[in-house]
């Protein structure tokens, strides 16, 4: 289990987060939507550390996430960037292969590279092809086997879709669903896609003014009001349409 606690996180005199309670079940998958500027990202970085709340706890395994929880808890995710966020100087097998590289020779970590690349569709004609040569929906699946290279526990996806067109979308939604079912592992999925989240989900948590305000199961979301602007059936809050 993966979860925050109370939860609030100021920037200035903008309170982000305002006291935010989420948990996700071991093999669960929760897409956490919410408009642009609503917290999103400020809520991953603080369950990645990247960002010290003011308040509020990280729980993992059902305890608060202390210093030395930090480094086992950091070993076992994985993480899906927006943009891929590959690395321009390393090839594609050496992207996948970047954290097994800290503790195997490079042939092992290859051949492992290599399986992941398969799981998403990629042959072994584009392991040593370097970042700018790929197309973004590419750039995208070599991302996907970078965050399951080490088999994590969890795994984070930050906007996935974002970016590729309906049909590459919609396969790497599929690809995503796959892998997180097969695996078992945990997924937090950040995405403005209400399509990837049919496919993605189990759950769906809504962030707004700082609070969840919608979480329930991804069969029953059409039937939720405050999901409506989400699924095209009302204007978003605070819309300003005229003239733009
Ligand atoms: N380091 C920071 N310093 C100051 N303000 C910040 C910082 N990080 C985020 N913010 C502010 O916090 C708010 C939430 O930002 P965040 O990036 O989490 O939004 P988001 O929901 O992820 O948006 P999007 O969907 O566009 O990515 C925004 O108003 C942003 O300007």
Known sequence: MI?????????????????????VGQGESLCVIGQSGTGKSVLLRCILGLE????GQILWQGQPLDRAAR???????GMLFQGAAL?????VWQNVAFRLRQRMPDARARSIALDKLARVGLGPDIADLMPS????????????ARAIADDPQVIFFDEPTTGLDPIRARAIDALIRGIVTETGATAITITHDMASVRIIGDRVAMLQ????????????????????????????QGADFAGT
């Open 3 to 23: 979860g925050v606690r109370g939860l609030s996180k100021s920037f200035g005199p903008k309170r982000v987060l305002d006291g935010i309670d989420l948990a």
């Open 52 to 55: 010290v709340p003011d308040s």
């Open 71 to 77: 480094g086992r808890f950091l070993a076992g995710f």
């Open 87 to 91: 690395f321009d100087s390393l090839s």
């Open 133 to 144: 040569e790929l197309s973004g929906g590419m750039a995208k699946r070599v991302g996907l």
């Open 209 to 236: 003014d700082g609070r969840i305000v919608h979480d329930g199961p991804v069969a029953q979301m059409d039937h939720a009001p405050a999901l409506a602007a989400f699924l095209g059936k009302m204007p978003p």
